[in-house]
């Protein structure tokens, strides 16, 4: 299995609260990506990085900010939690080579905004 | 951007029987489909892909096929098996401002009944 581990793994907090989610990867991939997981979406790209310092926003990235101050980590962080934004997160990396771009997933952060 | 869309979203087959999942994308500049298998509590991981320079590809009972033409590609898994079980994602391949990154469908959830 690829090196990524997201923490915390679950989380619940309060409408209102900051949260922050971390992303760590051990493979020195150059992309790394924020997905969130909900029924009848799928998963959504909310935010990537192809570089330290270098950050996109994706489809659904309003609410959210990220911050990749080195290769292997990635921070999530919503700045005031809504209850929309409950739902499984997910990172990824990648690393783009002429023929290969499979992305590796981490386990996932379910969570929960009361 | 890419808009990938994927049917059916369940799909029950029999042990032994055949299924297959359908996706198709909007961006004619996707060159790269992969397909992507989540079981429960886990992450995603990629069980197949296939480039846009070939028509079909087999993993001894997965196969994938693609009609660029038509923009759509297909999962076919034989002779299933119990373990088969799972939610299944088709992506493509999309450039952003000279970035690459994967856009999912809405996943397909696949029931193997003994």
């Known amino acids: 299995d690829a090196g990524i581990t997201q923490s915390p793994r679950h989380k619940v907090t309060e409408t209102g609260t900051p949260v922050t989610l971390r992303c760590h990867q051990t493979?020195?991939?150059?992309?790394m990506y924020w997905y969130r997981q909900d029924p009848g979406h799928g998963l959504r790209l909310i935010h990537y990085?192809?570089?330290?310092?270098?950050?996109d926003k994706g489809e659904v990235s309003d609410g959210y900010s990220v911050s990749r101050s080195k290769t292997e980590d990635f921070l999530l962080t919503l700045e005031s939690a809504t209850s929309s934004q409950t739902s499984v997160y997910f990172c990824?990396?990648?690393?783009?080579?002429?023929?290969?771009?499979?992305?590796?997933f981490g386990q996932g952060t379910r969570l929960t905004v009361v | 951007g890419e808009n990938v869309e994927q049917h059916p979203s369940t799909l029950s087959v029999q042990e032994g029987d055949s299924a297959v999942i359908k996706c198709t994308y909007s961006?004619?500049?996707?060159?790269?489909f992969p397909w992507y298998k989540q079981e429960l509590g886990k992450g995603p991981q990629l069980i197949i892909d296939?480039?846009?320079?070939?028509g079909e590809k087999k993993d001894q009972r997965i196969a994938v096929t693609l009609n660029k033409t038509a923009k759509h590609f297909s999962l076919h898994i034989t002779e299933t098996q119990p373990e088969d079980s799972a939610v299944y994602f088709c992506?493509?391949?999309?450039?952003?401002?000279?970035?690459?990154?994967?856009?999912f469908g809405t996943g397909t959830r696949l029931t193997i009944i003994p």
């Open positions: 990824a990396i990648s690393e783009l080579a002429a023929r290969n771009t499979e992305a590796f």
């Open positions: 493979e020195n991939h150059r992309y």
């Open positions: 990085s192809y570089g330290v310092k270098d950050t």
């Open positions: 961006d004619s500049a996707s060159n790269y």
């Open positions: 296939i480039r846009s320079n070939v």
């Open positions: 992506a493509a391949n999309a450039y952003d401002l000279g970035n690459e990154k994967l856009t």
